[in-house]
């Protein structure tokens, strides 16, 4: 057993800083490289890039990363894992074969973890006596059913444990937890067994303080931002675990960036409920027993982390199309900016309804002035300038399409001074609404395959 191991964040979600995960390879030592790439509406996104391609599904940027990634990760015997596989990972998995091939290289193992894609299984499911209702409002699934463009359950660590156990080098996955993806390889390593659940549980919340990449080292910081260095080259966290389940939180040195106790705090408030019961599918752990202190510059120890038993439910996420939206803008100029704004808005809202167009909803921000905290902002004195965005949603496409041509009209029909329209005009968009769903761990297995080129 190793004495420890370092897990480096490369990732936060799709489209995060491209260079991170080539500084984690080659600005320091680690063991593994993880990369969180997938949020609930991606799902949807990449099934829709699927049918389009059924080569496509996944998350694309990792396959130029891997033609500068794979040399070096070869080299210095690191290990990497992602979700970025979406809900085609042997797609991506073969992509980057593609791009081994090209470099050379062989002998790489890549395991594939499947079977949490459940969107062609939701008819089946539900006759089984799974009603797959909304964990938010009781709605049976069967109200939207027809309209469910992505299903995926949230797997956790094991599957991924028994691809590294197998002699994978990369590990690709569907709709993993973010925090499953820092796990695994502690369990692998350390030969953590079901039943421990204070290391499940320590786990856990290293793999939290990862999944949001430079959140955790002085990105999107809150307390005292203007002292955080060199944000420019910020350096992204890396969890440095040990087999007792301590962890110290650090990156590597001559970045920029802070690591201290209370920019691993903000990220350990970062979208969590009820903060005793952090509920994963490998354990619960309980926030509330997390320990922090310094360990030195831009080092965190994280101890005493106490967990309790895995629940017998999977979450399910799933999206479905909602409707449409369509927003526009326009930028007044000073003088009584705020105010010529406003009077466009009652004068297209004025128009909209004399047209007898019905929405779910209509909503205008003022930049500058309340898009930020809406009923909340208070005048600050005149403004120079303020941007009017107005925005529909509804179910009728046709009424949103006819909303985007009511907004040009106002250029030359309404209040003076305007600019700042561009891009033509606004058309509707999908709505793509959320619907999670729990699904007893009995329903669906994940399959593990690893290949070797």
């Known amino acids: 057993m190793k004495e420890r191991i370092r897990i480096a964040s490369g990732q936060g979600f799709w489209g995060d800083l491209l260079t991170a ?13 993880v990369m969180d790439y997938l949020a609930e509406v991606t799902m949807s996104i990449l099934q829709k890039q699927r049918a389009k391609n059924p080569a496509l599904g996944y998350a694309r940027d990792l396959v130029p990363l891997m033609e500068q990634l794979l040399p070096l990760l070869v080299k210095k015997n690191i290990r990497v894992i992602t ?29 594939v973890v499947l079977g949490d894609d459940i969107l062609g299984r939701l008819g089946d499911l539900r006759g089984g006596g799974m009603p797959l209702k909304n964990m938010e409002t ?19 660590a094991a599957p991924i444990v028994e691809a590294l156990g197998r002699g994978a080098a990369i590990v690709i996955t569907g709709r993993t937890t973010d925090t499953g993806l820092t796990l695994a390889p502690m369990v692998h390593e350390f030969g953590w067994k079901a039943g421990d659940w204070n290391r ?8 939290h303080i990862l999944e949001c990449g430079g959140q955790a080292s002085g990105g999107n910081f809150s307390a005292d931002w203007r002292a955080v260095p ?34 691993v705090k903000e990220q350990l408030l970062y979208e969590i409920g009820n903060p005793a019961e952090y509920i994963t599918p490998d354990c619960i752990a309980d926030f509330t027993t997390i320990q922090l202190s310094p360990d030195g510059p831009d080092r965190v120890l994280v101890r005493g982390v106490k967990g309790r038993p895995a629940t017998d439910s999977y979450k399910v996420s799933m999206s479905y199309l909602d409707g449409y939206t369509a927003a526009g803008t326009l930028t007044y100029a000073w003088p009584d900016a705020l105010e010529k704004g406003r009077a466009a808005d009652e004068i297209l809202r004025r128009r909209m309804q004399d047209l007898g167009l019905r929405f779910e909803e209509i909503r205008t921000e003022f930049l500058g002035y309340n898009s930020c905290h809406g009923p909340l ?39 003076p001074s305007v600019t700042g329209f561009a891009g033509g005009r606004p058309k509707p968009s999908e709505v793509i609404a959320y619907w999670p769903a729990l699904l007893p761990k009995s329903a669906v297995q994940p399959e593990v395959v690893v290949k070797t080129i």
Not at 21 to 33: A, F, S
Not at 200 to 207: D, K, R
């Open 21 to 33: 995960p080539l500084d984690q390879v080659t600005k320091g030592e680690i063991d593994y490289l």
């Open 83 to 111: 979700n970025g596989g979406g809900v085609n990972p042997l797609a991506c998995r073969d992509a980057i074969f593609a791009v081994a091939r090209t470099l050379g290289i062989s002998g790489l193992s890549i395991g």
């Open 138 to 156: 009781g709605e049976d699934l069967g109200a939207v059913i027809d309209r469910v463009m992505s299903a995926n359950v949230y797997f956790g």
């Open 200 to 207: 499940f549980a320590a786990g856990t919340v290293a793999g």
């Open 230 to 263: 060199d944000l420019a080259h910020i350096g992204f966290p890396i969890a440095e675990a040990s087999p007792d389940g301590s962890v110290a939180i650090t990156k590597h040195r001559g970045t920029g960036g802070l690591v201290s106790v209370q920019t």
């Open 377 to 415: 902002a208070v005048p600050q004195g005149e403004v120079n300038e303020v941007v009017v965005r107005i925005g529909v949603r509804g179910k009728d496409r046709g009424a949103v399409e006819r909303f985007g041509k009511e907004i040009a009209p106002l250029i030359l029909t309404g209040p």
